[in-house]
């Protein structure tokens, strides 16, 4: 697996499986979160992604300027990325739930060139992804060389300091 490092984005790419895996961080500023959209769709076209993990539980909220944003910009460049397959965790706060099920339900006017599939855990997401090829316990994927390497390096700087 690969992983590449960017401001606000740490993603994970599994190769044989075209899989990408943006980590959960959060974002504290809404007004990044354009940027780093941006930042994930040039990771899919960089490793040219067939299948996409988006965490988007701890999504900041979407005010009307980043729906419009969102929906006029970012999800016409998400339809022409090449992807196949697309594994949403939908966000925790009621508002932008419903925001997200919005931008679906009107992205499904057109036929979509991917799969859509929205899921409640992430064990489940990794499983519909992966055929259950990998591990799919969130511990599996920290346990190993699975994680990115800057959550290695912080857990062994940890480690360290505990000593």
């Known amino acids: 697996m690969k992983r590449v490092v960017a401001p606000n984005l740490v993603v994970s790419y599994h190769r044989p499986l075209k899989l990408l895996r943006p980590w959960h961080q959060a974002i504290p500023n809404p007004q990044d979160l354009p940027a780093v959209l941006d930042k994930l769709l040039r990771q899919v076209h960089r490793h040219a992604a067939h299948q996409l993990l988006l965490n988007l539980e701890g999504l900041p909220l979407l005010n009307p300027e980043l729906q419009k944003l969102v929906q006029l910009g970012w999800l016409p460049r998400l339809r022409r990325s090449g992807l196949r397959r697309l594994a949403l965790l939908l966000p925790t706060n009621p508002y932008n739930r419903g925001v997200i099920e919005g931008f679906l339900w009107l992205a499904a006017t057109e036929p979509l060139p991917y799969e859509v599939q929205y899921f409640a855990n992430l064990a489940e997401a990794l499983d ?8 799919t316990a969130e511990a599996d994927w920290r346990r190993s060389w ?16 505990a000593k």
């Open 128 to 135: 519909w992804l992966t055929d259950a090829e990998l591990p």
């Open 146 to 161: 699975r994680t990115p390497a800057l959550l290695r390096a912080r857990q062994l700087r940890w480690r360290a300091e």
